[in-house]
């Protein structure tokens, strides 16, 4: 590919890096731009919720490249400025300072963003956590010792309940579950986690759905819940989830359900391929549609992404991959590999729930479809090779006792 | 090659591990990356490269 445009990357984080960065590694030497609305070069999330929130990271450590990593690699950062609209037909990509980048091959890296519960807003006490801004706003929060009330039970709002207690906040987490994190890794480990968050001293209110922000004097007060209990605050963070960052390409004719709607090989048509968060393909083996919003699947995507424009349409490769993440709460580190959600049942295969040290198989109709380890990392890498070959189960469960042993 | 490592950027992910055993490895207890040999042996240039690429937490580092 020796044409002049080049290849346009939109979204300059995790998965945007990833594939402008293999384009170079491949050998790829046409112009490769980064778009990116943040006015920050590409940063790590992960830490976020986690060592930047509680202060022990400078923001500075969680970039992913130097500023001569950046020459090294001729790329052109268009930073601080939002893809506007994609004329497909045209090969060009609309900015919304009013700018035009023609291209040959775009890539779709926008990622997701955080949602706010129905009828609220974020600003005066009212929190999400996505952006580096959003991480050091809540930070400042913190530091004043508000009793801070945290809507939804996924992982982020833990991971936060967990770092506000240790910064000595009174905090109170509200979730539609039996205990946060419930519907992702199933009754059993998620009441594990949630007992690990009670006797650190997070009230948990389950089974309870939060309806509205409550603010007085432009300060937030409370939150109510869809029982009409108010849980007062004086500050609040929603972790209700995030949304596909696709607006931008209405009426372009990139196709968008769920994020963007790519083939096997993440092509979505028209020379627009897609990777990361806002990225969904068809599962190579089940053909089942997945998004998933995992750190190391923005990275292997991107990477999938360069290879395939560098290989061309015919020859490019199904993405395959294990989905891996990690959760970091009270110095516990849970690990999982696979697709955890909609399993049907949970099974421990060594260790002990009691003691936060276990690893456990998640089944769906009879076959290994991921596995979690807390604390017991050298065993979990080695149901790996259950979750990657889908294993029948019980039937592997002999198996897995040799793997871990060997592990 | 000279390979070095920030254990305390490492999240654990293993790609690393999968790709390049003979250098790479992880702590048992939360699978923090741990360096089996400095040098990168013979024939393993590729794989360790990769291993820099895949990295999420762009933990490791090679030198010439
Ligand atoms: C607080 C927090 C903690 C997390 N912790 C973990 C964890 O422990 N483990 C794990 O596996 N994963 C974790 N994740 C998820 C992980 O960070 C994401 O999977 C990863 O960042 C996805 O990368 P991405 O490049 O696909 O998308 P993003 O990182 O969302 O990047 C998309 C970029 O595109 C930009 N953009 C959006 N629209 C436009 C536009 N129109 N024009 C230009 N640019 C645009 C966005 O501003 C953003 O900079 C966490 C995420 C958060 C927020
Ligand atoms: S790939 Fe990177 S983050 Fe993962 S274990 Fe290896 S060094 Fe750590």
Redesign the interface.
């Known amino acids: 590919m020796t044409t002049s445009s080049g290849v346009v990357v939109v979204g300059a984080s995790?998965a945007g890096l990833?594939a402008a960065?293999?384009l170079r590694?491949s050998g790829y030497d046409g112009p490769v731009t980064l778009v990116g609305d943040e006015p920050h070069p590409p940063y790590?999330r992960?830490p976020l919720s986690k060592q930047l929130l509680a202060g022990e990271w400078p923001p500075e450590?969680l970039s992913?490249?130097s500023a001569r990593d950046y020459t090294d690699l001729d790329l052109r950062l268009r930073l601080g400025v939002p893809a506007a609209s994609l004329r497909t037909s045209a090969h060009l990509l609309h900015l919304a300072d009013g700018s035009r980048l023609p291209y040959d091959t775009l890539v779709v890296a926008t990622g997701v963003r955080a949602r706010m519960p129905d009828g609220s807003a974020a600003g005066a006490g009212t929190h999400v956590l996505r952006t580096l801004e959003d991480a050091l706003a809540l930070r400042e929060e913190l530091s004043g010792h508000p009793r801070l009330v945290i809507v939804g039970g996924g992982f982020v709002g833990v991971e936060a309940a967990a770092v506000a207690r240790a910064l000595d906040c009174e905090v109170t987490l509200v979730t539609g579950g039996d205990a946060p994190l419930t519907d992702v890794l199933g009754e059993t480990v998620a009441q594990v986690l949630a007992e690990v968050h009670r006797e650190h001293g997070v009230r948990l209110v389950t089974g309870s759905r939060a309806v509205e922000v409550l603010r007085e004097r432009g300060r937030t007060v409370g939150v109510r819940l869809a029982t009409g209990r108010v849980v007062p605050a004086d500050a609040v963070l929603a972790g209700v989830g995030a949304r596909p960052n696709t607006e931008w390409l209405a009426g372009s004719g990139v196709p968008v359900g769920d994020g963007v709607d790519c083939d096997v090989c993440l092509y979505a048509g028209d020379d627009v391929w897609a990777a990361g968060d806002v990225a969904s393909w068809p599962d190579a083996v089940s053909g089942e549609r997945l998004r998933v919003e995992h750190?190391?699947n923005?990275?292997?995507q991107g990477?999938a992404v360069a290879r395939n424009i560098l290989a061309g349409r015919a020859s490019a490769t199904a993405f395959r991959t294990v989905p891996?993440f990690?959760s970091d709460q009270y110095g516990l580190?849970i690990?999982v590999y696979g697709r955890t959600r909609g399993a049907d049942a949970v099974h421990v295969v060594d260790g002990s729930t009691r003691q936060r040290r276990f690893t456990a198989v998640y089944v769906r109709d009879g076959h290994v479809v991921g596995a979690l380890g807390i604390?017991?990392?050298?065993p979990?890498?080695a149901l790996r090779e259950l979750v990657a070959a889908h294993a029948p189960w019980p039937a592997a469960h002999a198996e897995a006792a040799v793997l871990d042993r060997r592990g | 090659m000279h390979i070095t490592v920030n254990e305390e950027k490492c999240c654990g992910a293993g790609q690393c591990v999968l790709l390049a055993p003979d250098v790479f490895d992880q702590r048992d207890e939360d699978g923090i990356v741990v360096l089996l040999t400095p040098r990168v042996p013979a024939g393993q240039e590729a794989a360790v490269h990769e291993a820099v690429a895949v990295c999420p937490a762009a933990a490791i580092e090679v030198r010439a």
């Open positions: 995790a990833a960065e293999g590694r790590d992960p450590r992913l490249r750190r190391t923005a990275t292997e990477q891996y990690w580190r690990q604390g017991m990392f050298r979990l890498r």
